[in-house]
């Protein structure tokens, strides 16, 4: 089973508007940690915003929001007032277990902003 | 630009032969990661560093591939022979230690001919 599944392949959002990534997850450890990141065009990775397991609370980080629904291993990034800088690859991932020796990322959404 | 570095940023070379890749990560992180990213697909997992020691390898195909680290600071990846199912983004990540949010190098991007 996949560990991390993204079922967007493409996403288009209008500038200013909010957008929904999807993101559900697989495991059986209590313990894990799940990320966000940001790949543009030019290919480096940009961390975007972390969840923890244990955190009682959604993850955010300025325009960006983790939905974070633990029954139903879901871990949705939410951004707000899309900008044409947006335009990118997302890619969900996770740290399994305590001490994170295994890290898995999804096949990514790619997003466009429309003017 | 990346404040974790690689080097070279493109590489092309004919299969059978070496090619090597260089990583100097973010100063006083402890974990090393190499990945490799097929285009159109998430990057995958192929060696952690905790220090100079591997923690995983699990992913690597040894046969051809392998990475040191050996004085704990900066890291080389290896592949020898080179195929062409090669051919990838190879990316370079750190973190403080294994749970934190890992920062990525700009990669390089790998032709086999």
């Known amino acids: 089973a996949q560990k991390i599944t993204q079922t967007q392949p493409g996403m288009f959002v209008q500038e200013k508007e909010a957008v929904t990534l999807d993101c559900t997850y697989d495991?059986?450890?209590?313990?894990?940690?799940l990320f966000w990141y940001k790949q543009p065009s030019s290919g480096e990775m940009i961390f975007l915003i972390y969840q923890g397991s244990y955190d009682q609370q959604n993850a955010t980080e300025g325009r960006y929001s983790l939905n974070f629904q633990k029954a139903r291993k879901s871990a949705n990034l939410v951004i707000s007032a899309s900008q044409l800088g947006d335009s990118a690859m997302y890619f969900c991932?996770?740290?399994?277990?305590?001490?994170?020796?295994?890290?898995?990322f999804g096949t990514g959404t790619s997003l466009t902003v429309i003017p | 630009e990346a404040e974790v570095a690689q080097s070279p940023r493109y590489k092309i070379t004919e299969k059978s032969q070496a090619v090597a890749f260089w990583c100097d990560p973010i100063s006083g992180h402890a974990t090393l990661y190499w990945y490799r990213q097929i285009l159109g697909q998430g990057p995958e997992l192929l060696v952690q560093f905790q220090d100079e020691s591997v923690v995983d390898d699990s992913q690597l195909p040894k046969d051809r591939f392998s990475a040191e680290r050996l004085k704990g600071v900066d890291s080389t990846l290896k592949i020898q022979p080179a195929e062409l199912g090669d051919s990838a983004m190879y990316l370079c990540?750190?973190?403080?230690?294994?749970?934190?949010?890992?920062?990525f190098g700009d990669g390089t991007r790998l032709s086999i001919l």
């Open positions: 990540a750190s973190s403080l230690y294994r749970a934190q949010p890992q920062h």
């Open positions: 495991t059986s450890d209590p313990s894990y940690g």
């Open positions: 991932a996770m740290r399994e277990g305590g001490t994170g020796n295994q890290f898995y």
